[in-house]
């Protein structure tokens, strides 16, 4: 696979995360964040593991601990996770999800699920950044469209070259934001 293909599966994957999440109200930031808890809590049904403090979850998100800790207090304001006191270290506690938490985890995972169904179907060596899918037209984007479709016809013609002439010069100047 070549950086290229990296880069526009990158794109694509922000794309349909901002698709399929918007309703959600979570960032991608707090999901990566509930998915290491979650995995945190995986690995605790080892016996001999005795993780989901915060320092295990920063280790495995590589993280500087007050960053995660500043998240940590986010969320379990927006009650998407709690903390429980570790009965081995008095110290310490236990980070796990709520149900609520867990919920908007699983919802963030389908915006993968649905990347999944469409880069199965592309050819990444024949696919560019201008080919590349985009997410769904916003409300206003699509009445914007009604109402382009209602001009003359002699209008739309002159408006879709004047639209080819941008799309060349934008696909001339696409750079790695593109």
């Known amino acids: 696979m070549r950086a290229e293909h990296l880069e526009l ?66 969320l379990e304001k927006r009650k998407l996770v709690k903390r429980k006191p570790c009965k081995k270290d008095a110290r310490a506690q236990h980070i796990v999800l709520t149900a609520k938490g867990e919920e908007l985890r699983v919802a963030g995972k389908a915006a993968y699920a649905a990347l999944e169904a469409t880069v199965a179907d592309l050819d990444l060596g024949t696919i560019t950044a201008v080919d590349a899918p985009a997410p769904e037209a916003s409300p206003k984007a699509k009445e914007q469209t009604e109402k382009t479709k209602k001009k003359s016809d002699s209008q739309k013609a ?8 941008q799309a060349e010069f934008d696909a ?3 750079t790695l934001f593109g």
């Open 9 to 74: 599966l990158h794109r694509l994957a922000h794309r349909y995360w901002m698709k399929h999440t918007s309703e959600l109200g979570m960032s991608h930031s707090e999901f990566e964040y509930l998915s290491a808890i979650f995995e945190q809590a995986e690995l605790a049904k080892d016996k001999e593991f005795h993780g989901q403090h915060l320092h295990d979850i920063v280790r495995s998100m590589g993280v500087n601990k007050a960053s995660a800790s500043a998240m940590m207090d986010k």
């Open 158 to 165: 002159k408006e879709a070259a004047d639209a080819a002439k």
């Open 172 to 174: 001339s100047q696409l």
